[in-house]
């Protein structure tokens, strides 16, 4: 696609509800990011991949966080047993190198209540 | 600990007139500096700053690196009421594979 895509944009979940989160990476991008952004804050890092492995994962906040992107492509964040806390705007990013201009998607903003 | 702090966090100005955004950084091994635009969605990309490109310009968006000093402007000049976003500025560093963002400058722009 011409630009990250990410699904859904808006999320509501009841606390201890399961999500999973799915971004769309553009094509050719090696390097994928995932984000977290509170209101008012700027992007916090999660997680990042280098086509399909996991490099880094040190921004995770639980173990309830998990982040996979098994063919180096399309990637998911899924949350399990989401808290209030958890609330946030999920951003995915791409980059054609490690280090390069990252492109950002429009997001997927979750509300636990 | 790793850091990127912008200022202001906050800037009125009237259509027409000149601003200066700041970010200063505090990384080892310095790599990259991106300049981003928020509105209410995603993050745009402006500019990547490097060692071998300290100045980029688009328009009426300029950005400089000053890599003695750990910071870098973003200029904008004439504004316009569509300027009005978030201003974020992410730093990328050797030995990791993030960027570092600041916290960002919200920037109105009255007509």
């Known amino acids: 696609g011409a630009g990250v895509s990410q699904s859904p944009r808006y999320k509501v979940a009841k606390r201890g509800q399961d999500v999973a989160l799915r971004c769309d990476p553009i094509?050719?991008?090696?390097?994928l990011f995932w984000y977290q952004q509170a209101l008012g804050q700027g992007p916090e890092f999660l997680t990042y991949f280098q086509n399909e492995a996991q490099l880094d994962k040190s921004g995770l906040p639980s173990d309830r966080f998990f982040a996979e992107r098994p063919e180096g492509s399309v990637s998911t964040l899924k949350i399990q047993r989401t808290q209030q806390e958890d609330s946030a705007v999920y951003l995915c990013?791409?980059?054609?190198?490690?280090?390069?201009?990252?492109?950002f998607g429009q997001g997927t903003r979750l509300t636990v209540v | 600990e790793d850091k990127v702090v912008q200022s202001p966090l906050s800037l009125v100005v009237h259509e027409g007139d000149t601003v200066t955004l700041n970010c200063s950084y505090e990384v080892t091994n310095f790599r990259s500096l991106l300049w981003y635009k928020q509105e209410k969605k995603a993050p745009t990309f402006l500019f990547m700053l490097?060692?071998?490109?300290i100045e980029k310009k688009s328009g009426r968006l300029s950005s400089i690196l000053d890599k003695k000093e750990l910071s870098s402007i973003l200029n904008i000049t004439a504004t316009q009421t569509g300027d009005s976003a978030i201003y974020l500025c992410?730093?990328?560093?050797?030995?990791?594979?993030?960027?570092?963002f600041g916290t960002g400058t919200r920037l109105k722009v009255l007509a």
């Open positions: 992410a730093v990328y560093y050797s030995g990791t594979y993030k960027y570092i």
């Open positions: 490097t060692s071998s490109g």
């Open positions: 990013a791409s980059s054609l190198v490690p280090g390069g201009g990252a492109f």
């Open positions: 094509s050719g991008h090696v390097s």
